[in-house]
């Protein structure tokens, strides 16, 4: 895990938030869903398949804790998980946190609105439950 840095992209439209036993867990700065983003410190990672199987292991243990705490960030009712990578290579797991009534339902959240900021208090409550989780 030497050697690892998230991909720059990363920082135009998240926070750093935790880091996990394989990942480096970030908040998605869009109040509409409550939202992380693990990426495995695994440098040159792109694919599953550059992980190895006991990495691939953590990561699905780490993918179900995020979707815990996702719905402990807010209003939940379906979880959306995603590992596209066609804007950022560098392989991620998407976890968003999906409601009746969020707006985008049924639609994928991806490349869909404006993001809405958290206010600076907000961003801060939601770091404290992440890092106390």
């Known amino acids: 895990m030497t050697d690892f840095r998230p991909d720059p992209a990363f920082e135009a439209g998240s926070v750093a938030a935790a880091e996990w036993p394989l990942c480096h867990v970030r908040l998605q700065d869009d109040a509409r869903f409550p939202w992380l983003i693990l990426?495995?410190?695994?440098?040159?990672?792109?694919?599953?398949?550059?992980?190895?199987?006991?990495?691939?292991?953590?990561?699905?243990?780490?993918?179900?804790?995020?979707?815990?705490?996702?719905?402990?960030?807010?209003?939940?009712?379906?979880?959306?998980?995603?590992?596209?990578?066609?804007?950022?290579?560098?392989?991620?797991?998407h976890m968003v946190g999906r409601r009746r009534d969020d707006g985008l339902w049924p639609d994928p959240v991806w490349g869909r609105g404006p993001a809405v900021p958290y206010t600076a208090d907000e961003r801060a409550r939601l770091l404290a439950v992440i890092v106390g989780a």
């Open 39 to 93: 990426i495995p410190r695994v440098a040159g990672a792109v694919e599953l398949e550059d992980l190895s199987v006991e990495q691939r292991g953590a990561l699905m243990e780490e993918t179900v804790r995020a979707g815990q705490l996702v719905r402990r960030l807010g209003a939940v009712e379906k979880l959306n998980v995603g590992a596209i990578g066609n804007v950022t290579a560098q392989l991620h797991v």
